[in-house]
């Protein structure tokens, strides 16, 4: 997963990605990292990657509302009932997801240094 160190709502969503992954499924690099920047540069036709959320899952990469609701279903219960978002049109979920990401730092604030990882989950941070 893919996302960007310099947003506290992003970071939450690490945590909380964290809290829930109790099989360690997921594997987590900053946007702004090396290890980042190598994924993402495998990941053909993300637009403007510093405004949203990356998963890669075999060689697939996902992003946005897709992401979000992909991780979800790969969480346990009740975390893969959210897949029901599916059924909303992606353009619908994007546009919903998009206001957030441009909003996201004067919402939730921005951290003062980029979190490329976090205390007890080292492991699970690509460096």
């Given at each position: 997963m ?18 829930w ?48 609701l ?58």
């Amino acid at each position: 997963m893919l996302y960007d160190g310099w947003c506290n709502l992003c970071s939450a969503w690490v945590a909380f990605v964290l809290r829930w992954d109790r099989r360690a499924r997921f594997r987590f690099a900053a946007l702004a990292s090396k290890a980042g920047a190598e994924a993402l540069a495998r990941c053909r036709g993300v637009e403007d990657p510093a405004q949203t959320l990356v998963l890669v899952e075999g060689g697939r990469c996902r992003t946005r509302s897709d992401a979000v609701l992909r991780i979800c279903e790969l969480l346990p219960w009740p975390w893969p009932a959210l897949g029901i978002g599916r059924w909303v049109p992606r353009a619908v979920r994007d546009s919903l997801y998009d206001v957030v990401a441009r909003n996201r730092r004067r919402w939730f604030g921005q951290p003062a240094t980029c979190r490329t990882s976090m205390a007890g989950y080292g492991e699970r941070f690509l460096e």
